[in-house]
């Protein structure tokens, strides 16, 4: 075999292709030696493939036709092939049965190996199909582990196989839950995993589950010929978690549109008795809450007819913002239990689930920079807040903390931040004073999307509370001064799956988001204060579409391969929208190999002129004003199907309204408009 080589084996192939086109019925290769050919040239093909997904090659082992000699049909001879082509995908199928074993081992030890439980279902009895799973789940992560039917012939064949298998999961799962092995949640992202979503990755189809969690919860009792009792398993684990809290009051949170925080309290009493009934923990807000503006108002697209049922995500349970209260964020869905496309969480959901379908994965880390003033003793005054005393406060300088210690300085009550945050699971990176008066940033550890706009809301509340607990006011306002530097929310990021720090791939990403970065803006600048933050000079990003090595004044800053800064994202704008807007273009950069065709920008882009600015590829500057990035949103179809039509209408909807509202006050009304709501 060796002496064929890879072009003899393409010219055998061809000949093959070509007597079957002849019409030549295609038969099953016989030859031992043209079987390799075959087999090989095949992965060599995918393995030098330039293309980002990679087709998988499917292996029938075990169970199946008998033509196959038992003893040479376990998946254990295919080792030494899994190991000379790592980066070509294998695929074991039926379940190797009665090889099962195997086969899980095979996919635990191996990235690129996948283990399908086909076949067996319905070929096998019920104990043989519970004991594959088993056998299967002993070693193997479910990540690995895909479902076919194997249907043939008759269409009894599909709908029987699914059937089994669905109830094979129920009662292996369930015993697994009672018995403390797996809470409902990894239970239900098991079941996704195997039925849908490790498939859906793995051969890069473009399709949408309809298997959501179920709004309802599995009970603890899921054996066949069992009662059901009414207290589930998962909801047990919730309530331990609960307990140790020792709070009086849940708050569910959700950032509308114009990310104004809202919530409802619930006294811990009632949420334990609704989880002990083994009922969901569900609260039905009218569908108007993703369609209000910040005084109230209903947007004339809105209806203020039907309800949402809000479900908290226990995922995002954490002790705060105050004592005696802890948080999570709630998800909407219709009453039936299906995702509503303009739910903030279901959007940033969706879109890291599609990047996960081609392969792709991130971290991120925001920078919040917020500004603490006193309240104003004089009830007479329009200024409700004053600004600190200036004792030299200036970017990182250390006289800045020289008063912590004295009572009443906003310096003595950081600890107390930095406590809530840390019981609350979020370990800040730094913390140093800004340019501005009263003026700070604190530095949130890496996490993965939603994680970390999850941790961006709580730590402002933490920052809110704890400030007005001690009677200071806590603003996000984009520019509360016009001849200080304004306050944004610096996003950092890096492609985090395997090849992220190849500029192949991270370079296709940030160039698709320079290609939508006008559109993005609408997202990240969404109020028409931020704006005016957007000016040359004071390291915001400046105004031009483009991006630079350590370079503060462009929109995107690189700072070591694929981790880069988005700087033009303030704290007015929905972490939710915002990341599920940059993240979706750059993922579609990476599937289309769009080219960075923007050069790197040393120095400031404004200081440059039309002909330097053209070597480096830099035409476009962003928007002026909230009026035009809502517009360029408008004109961006490519990004507007990623993001949803029904959500960017939505969005636009809203913030013209907003528009409407806000223009006809003056420069220092809306300033404490702002202010007052930020």
């Not at 040479?72 to 295919?78: G, R, V």
């Not at 509503?340 to 599609?354: D, F, G, S």
Request: charged share 20%; with cysteine.
């Amino acid at each position: 075999m060796a002496d064929v080589g890879l072009e003899g084996s393409r010219q055998a192939l061809e000949a093959i292709f070509a007597a079957n086109r002849c019409g030549t019925p295609f038969q099953r290769l016989q030859n031992l030696p043209l079987n390799h050919l075959f087999v090989h040239t095949t992965a060599n093909l995918i393995d030098t493939s330039s293309a980002l997904h990679k087709k998988p090659i499917q292996f029938h082992t075990g169970l199946g036709d008998n033509d196959i000699t038992l003893t040479k049909s376990s998946p254990a001879h295919l080792q030494q092939f899994i190991s000379e082509y790592p980066s070509v995908p294998v695929v074991i199928l039926h379940a190797s049965y009665p090889w099962s074993r195997e086969a899980g081992y095979l996919a635990a030890m191996y990235p690129n190996v996948y283990a399908d439980i086909g076949e067996v279902f319905p070929f096998i009895s019920r104990d043989g199909q519970e004991g594959v799973v088993k056998q299967i789940l002993e070693l193997c992560p479910w990540s690995k582990i895909l479902w076919s039917t194997d249907g043939h012939w008759f269409p009894e064949t599909y709908i029987l196989a699914t059937t089994q298998i669905r109830s094979v999961l129920k009662t292996v799962l369930g015993d697994y839950v009672r018995k403390n092995q797996l809470n409902e949640e990894q239970a239900v992202q098991l079941v996704r995993g195997i039925l849908f979503t490790n498939s859906k990755k793995l051969y890069n189809l473009h399709l949408d589950t309809v298997l959501a969690p179920s709004p309802q919860p599995m009970a603890a009792s899921l054996d066949r010929g069992q009662e059901t009792t009414r207290t589930s398993r998962p909801n047990l684990a919730i309530l331990e978690k609960l307990r140790k809290l020792e709070c009086k009051w849940l708050r569910i949170y959700w950032q509308d549109y114009t990310s104004t925080a809202r919530c409802r309290l619930i006294p811990l009493k009632r949420v334990i008795a609704t989880l002990e009934s083994g009922k969901p923990m569900t609260l039905s807000i009218t569908k108007a809450a993703l369609g209000l503006l910040p005084n109230d108002a209903m947007i004339p697209e809105a209806t203020a007819t039907g309800a949402y049922a809000l479900q908290p995500d226990w995922s995002s349970l954490k002790p705060g913002p105050a004592p005696g209260h802890a948080s999570c964020f709630g998800v909407f869905h219709e009453m039936d239990g299906k995702d509503v496309a303009i739910c903030p969480r279901t959007l940033l959901r969706k879109t890291i689930e599609t990047a996960a379908s081609h392969g792709l994965t991130f971290i991120l880390g925001f920078e919040i920079e917020f500004v603490i003033m006193e309240r104003n003793p004089d009830p007479t005054s329009e200024e409700k807040y004053r600004t600190m005393t200036n004792d030299g406060h200036a970017w990182s300088v250390a006289r800045v903390l020289a008063d912590t210690g004295r009572e009443g300085s906003f310096n003595s009550v950081v600890d107390d931040i930095v406590d809530c945050l840390d019981d609350a699971g979020i370990l800040i990176e730094q913390f140093h004073s800004e340019s501005a008066l009263g003026q700070y940033e604190l530095v949130l550890p890496p996490m993965p999307p939603m994680e970390v706009c999850d941790a961006l809301l709580h730590t402002r509340q933490v920052l809110e509370s704890v400030a007005a607990r001690h009677g200071f006011r806590m603003t996000l306002h984009p520019k509360p001064f016009a001849d200080r530097c304004g306050s944004a929310s610096h996003v950092h990021m890096s492609v985090s799956s395997p090849g992220g720090d190849e500029p192949r791939v991270y370079e296709a990403f940030y160039a698709g988001i320079l290609k939508h970065l006008r559109a993005i803006i609408a997202l990240t600048y969404s109020n028409p204060t931020s704006y005016d933050r957007m000016v040359d000079g004071y390291w915001a990003g400046g105004r031009w579409v483009t991006w630079g090595t350590e370079n503060k004044e462009a929109p995107l800053r690189k700072c070591e391969n694929s981790h880069w800064e988005f700087k033009t994202m303030d704290g007015l704008a929905n972490p939710y929208f915002a990341v599920a807007a940059i993240l979706a273009a750059g993922t579609n950069g990476i599937v289309k190999r769009e080219r960075l065709t923007w050069g790197d920008c040393e120095p400031d882009p404004a200081n440059l002129n039309d002909e330097q600015r053209k070597k480096l590829g830099i035409s476009q500057m962003l928007p002026a004003d909230l009026k035009e990035a809502l517009q360029a949103l408008k004109e961006d179809s490519e990004l507007g199907d990623l993001l949803g039509p029904a959500f960017v209408r939505r969005y636009i909807d809203v913030k013209e309204a907003e528009l409407e509202m806000l223009n006809p006050m003056g420069v220092e009304e809306r300033r404490r408009w702002i202010m007052e709501r930020y």
